[in-house]
């Protein structure tokens, strides 16, 4: 009977070690969770090796004291890396009447020539932050926003003036040959129109196409 008892005590024994550990790593099987997550490819456009870009924008131009006016730019810019790129512009822009004109009706400061503006210059600009807009979840599109800063000449109200032009640019890559731009600019000069001197901001903003070349 002794020997029955031992016999089931050690058979026992070697049992229960096996089984905890089947039980532990059948538990441990369960437990574990595969992640199915379907990695998606982004594709960013690709842009073109050419170096030359000729962008023809319009907008909005404030000439100080002569209000608001339509304004086309014509520019034509070398991209000297991909941070640094030189252009030359020129623009075009007609002023309107003064507060002094519209309220007192008196004979206008400027004849219909005077009146018309004229900026000619060129620019170096700084890539500051190059990026990529997300077009849905499978195509992105390449953007860089830079700063610039120019000088040249202003044609207007019968005299030919130096100014100071600086601003920002963002521009967003349709295709690797076609870009979409948008240039808030400020141009700065001495005027004596108003019969004394000071010196003018003329805000802009314009949109426009740039194709590369």
């Known amino acids: ?74 520019q034509l810019s070398y991209h000297i890396n991909e941070d640094f790129y030189i252009s030359a512009e020129y623009a075009l822009a007609k002023a309107g009447l003064t507060s002094y ?44 926003w830079s700063l610039f800063a120019g000088a040249g000449n202003v044609d207007f109200a019968g005299d030919t003036v130096f100014a100071v032009k600086f601003g920002s640019q963002f521009r967003l890559y349709l295709t690797d040959w076609l870009a979409m731009d948008l240039v808030v600019s400020d141009y700065v000069f001495e005027t004596t129109i108003l019969a004394e001197s000071k010196t003018t901001h003329n805000l802009s903003m314009a949109l426009g196409l740039a194709v590369y070349f």
């Open 1 to 74: 009977m002794v020997n029955w008892i031992t016999a089931g005590v050690l058979a026992s024994v070697l049992i229960l070690p096996s089984t905890a550990a089947f039980a532990r790593q059948d538990s441990d099987s369960s437990s574990r969770i595969e992640p199915q997550i379907d990695q998606s490819e982004v594709i960013p456009a690709r842009l073109d090796t050419e170096n030359f870009a000729i962008a023809l924008r319009g907008g909005a131009l404030a000439i100080e004291d002569f209000g608001n006016s339509g304004l086309a730019a014509l």
């Open 101 to 144: 004109e519209r309220l007192s009706g008196a004979a206008p400061l400027l004849t219909d020539d005077e009146r018309q503006w004229h900026y000619y210059g060129a620019e170096l600009g700084y890539v500051l932050l190059p990026g990529q807009v997300y077009l849905g979840k499978d195509y992105a599109v390449n953007t860089g």
